[in-house]
């Protein structure tokens, strides 16, 4: 038996299709986000004096042999894996990979994928030894100090049960300070920030980085997972948050930031005085943002562009208002209208976040959706594809609002796998590409990304050096009808 490095564990974020694709996957030229999560856990566990290590597979294409060499090398006590559901497979082959190099590791799989479905991945799974349910640094610091004692009393875990079975010892009741936390461990992802990209055309100036200011969401949106913080929200005081962008500046060259937060504005307060400190100190950073219409007003967009905010992401989902109140509170198209213009007047470019394939989907609110984008002066444009992950509220009823395939691996928001009543997958896949079509070929959108010549040249530069592989992607699709 080897003997482990108990105070010893690597972190790996697995990538969310077979590890044969990676290189060729054109998400990865488009956008590659620093696994945060990791990093922030990496530096909790360094702060409790645990040898924490991150590999993030999608930055690193050659990430098997890097992970067999590190255990190998290393012998940690820990392998932990933080999994969305299309990642989780490859986290389990990632688990059995390690096993067969060292049994004796110890496998802990958090995230959001497996925080919703708990005990129930234990039977078909058992090269998980532990979950983590919920918030992960305390959770895991404490499984990890008090492996050889009693783990019983370690709540946010679940674990094999010496009789058979699983234990889940509940979850925490006492939710951290997010102030206390150190900043996430950039510089244990390798080649940060230059590794990590932005999405084409979404920020002015590289290198780039993203950055989470608080935790949860108060709304109960039918298609939204919050198995992990529920609906509670904390966050960062805005001193927190400005020496956050200054130590990303300073540390690491950062100039763009893209703040991922579900609501960045929803305490207004602290964005006022976290907009003042930008526009007294000047960091010379620029940032991106999302947020909802119903927390946000002119006086505090003049404030965020002044500070250096150069686009704003709105999750609009669908132009058909019918559709929307089905989904999600204030479903006011007319609202989110006025707000999209204060933002464009505010001289902030205006993200839009559109959905194709929610329940009671139509062809009609397909179009409606169209006519809203084309109807506001919405600059960027994302269509996911409706995906009911487990732990959002209508998982438990998706069968019977229309065809549900479950397969984790495609569970991306880039694959139809539900198909609404009165839909078809290949009318779906049409419309989607419509959609995109349209809005390519409008005068307004080609001259939008001609004036990214100046205003984003380093995404005109990455488009360019990358352009066979785009060709190459647009040809695949429209061979595959996809």
């Given at each position: 038996m080897a003997s482990l490095n108990s105070k010893n564990i690597l972190l790996v974020h697995p990538l969310g299709y077979r590890?044969?694709?990676?290189?060729?996957?054109?998400?990865?030229?488009?956008?590659?986000?620093?696994p945060l999560g990791l990093a922030g856990l990496a530096a909790y566990l360094e702060k409790r004096e645990i040898c924490a290590s991150v590999i993030d597979c999608y930055a690193r294409p050659d990430s098997d042999n890097l992970i067999c060499d590190y255990i190998t090398r290393e012998k940690p006590a820990f392998l932990g894996l933080s999994c969305t559901t299309s990642t989780f497979l490859d986290g389990v082959r990632i688990a059995v990979l390690a096993k067969n190099i060292l049994p004796e590791i110890n496998v802990v799989f958090g995230g959001a994928h497996v925080s919703a479905l708990k005990d129930k991945l234990f039977?078909?799974?058992?090269?998980?030894?532990?979950?983590?349910?919920?918030?992960?640094?305390?959770?895991?610091?404490?499984?990890?100090?008090?492996?050889?004692?009693?783990?019983?009393?370690?709540?946010?875990?679940?674990?094999?049960?010496?009789?058979?079975?699983?234990?889940?010892?509940?979850?925490?009741?006492?939710?951290?300070?997010?102030?206390?936390?150190?900043?996430?461990?950039?510089?244990?992802?390798?080649?940060?920030?230059?590794?990590?990209?932005?999405?084409?055309?979404?920020?002015?100036?590289?290198?780039?980085s993203s950055c989470i200011t608080s935790r949860g969401c108060p709304y109960a949106c039918s298609y939204c997972d919050r198995s992990v913080f529920g609906r509670s929200f904390r966050f960062n005081s805005a001193e927190y948050m400005y020496e956050h962008v200054s130590y990303l500046n300073e540390r690491f060259g950062v100039r763009h930031i893209i703040f991922y937060d579900d609501q960045f504005t929803f305490k207004r307060k602290r964005i006022i005085d976290f907009a003042q400190m930008m526009i007294n100190r000047r960091p010379g950073v620029s940032f991106n943002c999302v947020v909802r219409a119903e927390h946000i007003d002119y006086d505090l967009l003049l404030m965020l562009k002044e500070a250096g905010c150069w686009m704003i992401s709105l999750g609009i989902e669908t132009g058909d208002e019918n559709l929307l109140s089905r989904h999600r509170q204030n479903a006011d198209l007319s609202f989110l209208s006025e707000k999209i213009r204060l933002i464009k007047k505010a001289g902030i470019r205006t993200k839009g976040l559109f959905m194709i394939g929610l329940p009671g989907e139509t062809e009609t609110a397909v179009n409606k959706s169209m006519e809203y984008v084309f109807s506001n002066p919405i600059d960027e444009l994302n269509v996911a594809k409706f995906?009911?992950?487990?732990?959002?509220?209508?998982?438990?009823?998706?069968?019977?609002?229309?065809?549900?395939?479950?397969?984790?691996?495609?569970m991306d928001c880039m694959n139809f796998l539900f198909i609404p009543k009165g839909m078809t997958r290949e009318k779906l896949e049409a419309l989607f590409r419509k959609f995109y079509r349209k809005y390519f070929m409008r005068p307004k959108t080609l001259f939008g990304y001609t004036s990214m010549l100046w205003r984003s040249p380093d995404s005109w530069s990455r488009f360019m050096r990358n352009l066979p592989d785009f060709i190459k992607f647009i040809m695949s699709n429209k061979r595959m009808g996809n």
């Open positions: 590890k044969e694709a990676a290189r060729k996957d054109i998400s990865r030229i488009a956008n590659i986000i620093p039977e078909n799974y058992p090269v998980i030894d532990y979950v983590v349910v919920g918030e992960g640094e305390e959770t895991l610091a404490e499984l990890i100090e008090n492996h050889n004692g009693n783990i019983s009393s370690v709540l946010g875990l679940i674990y094999h049960e010496k009789t058979g079975g699983a234990c889940f010892t509940g979850r925490r009741t006492k939710s951290l300070d997010l102030d206390s936390l150190p900043f996430p461990a950039y510089e244990k992802l390798e080649g940060f920030p230059l590794a990590y990209r932005a999405p084409l055309f979404n920020y002015p100036k590289a290198p780039t995906t009911p992950f487990p732990g959002s509220p209508i998982y438990e009823q998706i069968n019977e609002l229309g065809e549900f395939k479950e397969d984790w691996e495609q």
